[in-house]
């Protein structure tokens, strides 16, 4: 199977057209690829605020900036991207957004990925972290995790800080995940460099294929702040360190570090089962649940 992980560069937009235009564009680079998926990162959607002239002298003004936001863009956003995955049969899976819900009257970091067929599967991302620094006290931790199924491959979605936490990716592989997609927007160098790690950790930890996409780019909000949002990036797609499965350092592909581009690579799903039970290191069947269950206190 071909996938597609977007290094999707934010920038001033003139109109809401012109943001679904540059999700089409590498939505067509990774349908000309022959990708069957195409990860776009967390806060991509970033770039609509250029949309709207808000104000950000205080944290009020910021934070009325970010529920007009959320309220006024989760609708078009996931009508688009679902339009686009039916257009071109591809699986959009739409990084994250500030998305509100109106049946909670809560703010959630969420992952929408769009099926070709209509189905929308959702995921809040469980541990709010920096989020858009602003706006972490007013997003509502996740609650479940859950897979989907496409193609035959099980899919799970890990939105950037909850892959530093091993829980999340091993639940998701525990619930059959032999994909992991991982949406991340960093804000410095070290932010990109701990993701990239955190991915190739988990796939190898869970003999899992991890897909990590990057924001890249800038936006001027908060605009009292000259620097504002600026994010860097490198997107990859990861196997687990085994022989048969991928290079030796587990990278099946990475793109140039801050370049806006769309990378596709191939994940062998039959190599990846075979190495579950023929592996040199088999994690899945070599993991010892009795031992664990000692600790369990200590985490209650």
Known sequence: MKVATSQYRVKMLKSFSEFEDHIRGHVESAVAQGAKLLLLPEFFTMELMTLEAYRGDTDAEVKKAFEHFAKTYTSPVKEVCSKLAKE??????????FAYDDSEDRYYNTAFVFLPDGHVHVQNKIHPSYELVYNKEMTTPGSRLSVFEADGVKFGVSVCYDSSFPEVARILSKLGADV????????DEWGRSRNILFSQARASENQVFVVNSHLIGAVPFPPHLPYAFTFTGQSGIYAPIQPMIGTANGIIKQGEPNDESVIVGDLNLDYLKYIRDNGHNRNRKDMRPEFYRQFEEQFA
Not at 180 to 187: D, E, G, H, K, S
């Open 180 to 187: 992991i997609l991982a949406p991340t927007a960093c804000l």
């Open 88 to 97: 071109y049969g591809i699986m959009l899976a739409a990084g994250s957004h």
